[in-house]
């Protein structure tokens, strides 16, 4: 799958992991900074990546910063954007086969690497059952 990835200072090290495990599965894998844990503001990078999404150069993307709120708030001000804040599995697989979210963020400080890998994992195997119930919910999401 192709897919975006980007973080703040607070996400760097865990993104930096994702990243490689994410092209060791055979993903193709955009990574749009930062490249250093020098401090950055966590929206520049969660706007940068929520407008790739909702123009459709990515399908999907990966937003990590400390804890994932501040990035998924940024995210959702985007239109077509659907961004959820995961830190277990079962909420990551259900956010794509019931919200079809299309980004997902994650908390270096919440999560260590494995089990954030784990919910990146089932994000990514995760599909949108759609049906009417769904995709009518989903509908309701976007501004009005």
Not at 22 to 29: D, F, K, Q, S, W
Not at 40 to 50: C, E, I, S
Request: aromatic share 6%; glycine share 12%; charged share 25%.
């Amino acid at each position: 799958m192709r897919l975006a990835i980007a973080s703040d200072h607070g996400g760097f090290q865990l993104k930096s992991q994702l990243v490689g495990k994410l092209r060791e599965a055979g993903h193709e894998v955009e990574d749009l900074g930062t490249h250093s844990a020098e401090s950055t503001d966590y929206p520049d990078y969660a706007h940068t990546l929520a407008r790739g999404v909702a123009d459709g150069t990515w399908p999907r993307g990966i937003l990590v910063c400390g804890t994932g709120v501040g990035m998924a708030i940024a995210a959702n001000r985007h239109a077509g954007v659907r961004a959820v804040n995961c830190s277990d599995t079962y909420t990551a697989r259900l956010s794509r086969e019931h919200n079809d979210s299309n980004v997902l963020t994650v908390g270096e400080r919440v999560l260590g690497p494995g089990l954030a890998w784990d919910v990146v994992s089932a994000w990514l195997e995760g599909t949108f059952e759609g049906g009417e119930r769904h995709t009518r919910r989903v509908s309701k999401i976007e501004p009005r």
